[in-house]
């Protein structure tokens, strides 16, 4: 008896049980495209979908529409606000699951390249990544927003104290500003000194928080990766996610109101 090698690869078995039990959607999309392109893939999760049809979900977009265009407001003209509003009413997407990082993190640079890919592919002009600020500045050892891996070691990027670090969340820790002294210090050889330029042009800057911290270091290390213009990411984060739930309860009849009542 001759056994039949099928040599295509697979998603593993055990992960795929496990995601089943949280999001159905997301298996199948996976075991679809496992094997194609990554492109294709990102094309897949900025596909167009249904507007809003009841009354509650036509309201809940409608504040989250305004709470956007808070943010959008402070970083781009008029007539840029109202196309990328515009994208967002075919292609919801909002690329969550990023803490409050530097991009060059690993974990973060990888989720949000597959975001900007797929919102390349459908030809957007911007895209919402939401950053988790609710983490503290150390998760564990040495690891988190307050630190900068730079390969051979980890610099303390704002130079708090182990107090701080362990105890203060990303949107309340502050004021801050760089350790210029530890982002000196980082070698040449090092995967971090590519960007060193780029942070220590924000070497005399005090941030309210390290979340207005981190995120303005990462607008300016996008604008220094990517000068075409394309697919541009704004960064939003908890605060702005307070801001819409403070407009829900507003109201007795939105979406969140009837669900919490």
């Known amino acids: ?14 992960i795929l049980a496990v995601l089943s039990l949280l999001c159905p959607q997301v298996v199948r999309d996976i075991e679809r495209n496992w094997n194609a392109p990554v492109s294709d893939y990102a094309r897949h999760l900025w596909r167009p979908v249904a507007r809003p049809a009841s009354g509650p979900a036509i309201a809940a977009r409608s504040i989250l529409r305004d709470v956007l265009r808070q943010r959008l407001d402070v970083i781009m003209q008029p007539e840029e606000v109202a196309k990328v509003l515009e994208e967002f009413e075919h292609r919801p997407v909002i690329q969550s699951g990023l803490h409050c990082l530097l991009l060059m993190d690993r974990i973060t640079f990888d989720a949000l390249l597959l975001a900007w890919l797929g919102a390349v592919e459908n030809g957007l002009s911007a895209f919402f990544g939401f950053m988790g600020t609710t983490m503290t500045m150390e998760t564990i050892g040495r690891e988190g ?12 990027l704002f130079g708090l104290g182990r107090h701080k670090l362990c105890r203060k969340s990303v949107c309340v820790a502050g004021p801050v500003s760089l350790n210029k002294r530890a982002l000196e210090a980082v070698g040449d050889e090092t995967d971090g ?32 990766w990517d000068r075409s213009g394309m697919a541009a990411p704004v960064f939003i984060d908890d605060r702005l996610a307070a801001s819409a739930m403070a407009r829900h309860l507003e109201y007795d009849g939105s979406l969140l109101s009837r669900l919490l009542t």
């Not at 008896?1 to 055990?14: G, I, L, N, Q, R």
């Not at 927003?145 to 303390?156: A, E, F, M, T």
């Not at 330029?197 to 990462?218: E, M, Y």
Request: no cysteine; charged share 20%; aromatic share 6%.
């Open 1 to 14: 008896m001759t056994a039949v090698f099928d040599p295509t690869p697979t998603p593993p078995a055990e």
């Open 145 to 156: 927003p307050g630190w900068l891996d730079v390969g051979d070691d980890k610099v303390n």
């Open 193 to 224: 000194s590519r960007w060193r330029g780029t942070l220590l042009s924000s070497q005399d800057k005090v941030f309210g928080t390290a979340a207005d911290a981190l995120t303005a270091l990462n607008e300016d290390l996008v604008a220094n």
